[in-house]
């Protein structure tokens, strides 16, 4: 069951039992995604919104924060009038131990053959 928002202003999340490896995936099979979640992980810590380069819409953008929200890659907060980012590293790596690691390192290794650098 996914946690419920609290407020308009609480976004609803799903508990660390309710991931699914297949949600996870979907989630992270897309370019846009895996970028904001290598840049992530890349700084170890929660980024807003508008951090984000995204060579997309703001509607599309959003799209893809909402995707990885719901599937339990990323947790969204708000600070104030900024919606933060942070990724949920320790409970994926609770349930797939050594999935994330092995993705971003793939993606790395990946964006370095295409000449992507971190894109």
Do not use: W
Not at 37 to 48: D, H, I, N, Q
Not at 69 to 92: C, F, H, P, W
Not at 93 to 109: E, K, M, S, T
């Amino acid at each position: 069951m996914t946690t419920p928002a609290v407020s308009n202003r609480d976004l609803p999340h799903p508990a660390r039992e309710e991931i699914r490896l297949e949600g996870v995936l979907h989630a992270l099979s897309d370019p846009m995604r895996l970028r904001i979640v290598r840049e992530l992980a890349t700084v170890g810590m929660e980024l807003s919104c508008s951090h984000f380069d995204l060579p997309v819409t703001k509607s599309t953008t959003t799209h893809h924060f909402r995707v990885l929200r719901e599937s339990g890659v990323i947790r969204q907060i708000y600070r104030g009038t900024a919606k933060m980012n942070g990724l949920r590293a320790d409970d994926l790596d609770v349930l797939f131990p050594g999935l994330l690691d092995a993705l971003l390192d793939a993606a790395g290794r990946q964006a370095a053959r295409l000449g992507e650098g971190r894109a």
